[in-house]
């Protein structure tokens, strides 16, 4: 038996077992609270990621943090505005690996997002953005939200119009390469 009959089943092998177990947590449904990932990119302008108190304890259950999420970014709320993302996360690692998920899949050059966090969920998403501050903002981060205390009406109407503003002054700037948005208030 010659050495390539012995390495070349052996990298095989090494390459079967670790070649597909390469996936994330977070290419599966079950691991978002929202996914809106069927909204085609070129249907709204911008992108929503929404982090929340941690998942499962054991005054939180599972259906509450989806209502929680559904009534403060879901049930259309950013129809027209932007895709929403909301994972179920436990820890930090856990939303490295959503965030990771977002950014491989997700998000195409500049195009605007916004970091909307409550809870303990939210100060990991604030701990994360202060970590990669210069980054995010080159890819596209254009406004963040957070609140210490999860409550129902965190995300307002004002914020929501503010998100929209942000966007478009985003979008604006990028496609002129210069922000014009204060020229445009004065008219």
């Given at each position: 038996m010659?050495v ?13 077992a ?16 929202i ?5 085609r990119?070129?249907?709204v ?19 509450h943090?989806?209502?929680h ?16 993302f ?7 690692e856990d939303?490295e ?21 409550e809870?303990?969920?939210?100060a ?9 501050s210069?980054?995010?903002?080159k890819?596209g ?5 957070y609140?210490?205390i999860?409550?129902s009406?965190f ?14 002054r985003a979008r604006?700037?990028n496609i ?5 948005s ?6």
């Amino acid at each position: 038996m010659n050495v390539k009959t012995i390495v070349v089943p052996l990298l095989l092998s090494a390459c079967a077992a670790g070649c597909f177990s390469l996936s994330s947590p977070y290419d599966y449904a079950e691991n978002w609270v929202i996914r809106e990932d069927p909204v085609r990119d070129f249907a709204v302008p911008a992108d929503v990621f929404y982090v929340q108190s941690l998942l499962y304890t054991n005054t939180v259950s599972a259906s509450h943090i989806h209502a929680h999420a559904k009534g403060e970014v879901g049930n259309g709320r950013f129809a027209g505005i932007a895709r929403v993302f909301s994972p179920l996360v436990a820890n930090p690692e856990d939303l490295e690996l959503a965030l990771d998920w977002y950014f491989k899949y997700h998000h195409e050059g500049r195009r605007p997002f916004v970091f909307i966090g409550e809870g303990e969920g939210g100060a990991m998403l604030k701990a994360y953005e202060e970590e990669n501050s210069k980054r995010l903002l080159k890819d596209g981060l254009v406004a963040s939200f957070y609140r210490e205390i999860p409550d129902s009406g965190f995300v307002t109407d004002g914020m929501v119009e503010e998100i929209k503003q942000a966007i478009a002054r985003a979008r604006y700037k990028n496609i002129w390469g210069r922000d014009m948005s204060a020229a445009m208030q004065n008219k």
